[in-house]
């Protein structure tokens, strides 16, 4: 009886390490996630003024290219989706239309 007691022993002993260091990687992999999580977060934030230069870059180029497309209406070119890129022989209403509207 003595053998069979101490082995039941030995292997209540084993199953408590063995818990005990499941529980330690349990709350180590919680950690891992809570950090994963928030570096996700900080990856997809973008700062207000990041937000503030992007918004002026982007007006910047829509100013740029409307008046790259007048430049072209002015030397004789078409800038309407109709005859895009083609030689004007007079004004065209739906150029006319698509630069000015805002």
């Known amino acids: 009886m003595g053998q069979l007691h101490q082995a039941i022993t030995e292997v209540e002993e084993n199953?408590?390490?063995?818990?005990?260091?499941?529980?330690?990687?349990?709350?180590?992999?919680?950690?891992?996630?809570?950090?994963?999580?928030?570096?996700?977060?900080?990856?997809?934030?973008?700062?207000?003024?990041?937000?503030?230069?992007?918004?002026?870059n982007a007006s910047k180029i829509q100013k740029e290219a409307h008046e790259n497309l007048e430049k072209l209406y002015e030397q004789g070119f078409h800038v309407c989706h109709i005859y895009f890129g083609e030689q004007m022989e007079s004004n065209c209403l739906f150029c006319n239309a698509f630069l000015r509207k805002d």
Do not use: G, P, W
Not at 29 to 56: F, T
């Open 15 to 56: 199953l408590s390490r063995l818990l005990n260091e499941v529980k330690s990687l349990r709350q180590y992999i919680e950690y891992l996630e809570d950090e994963n999580i928030n570096l996700k977060r900080q990856l997809c934030a973008v700062s207000e003024a990041d937000i503030n230069r992007i918004q002026k």
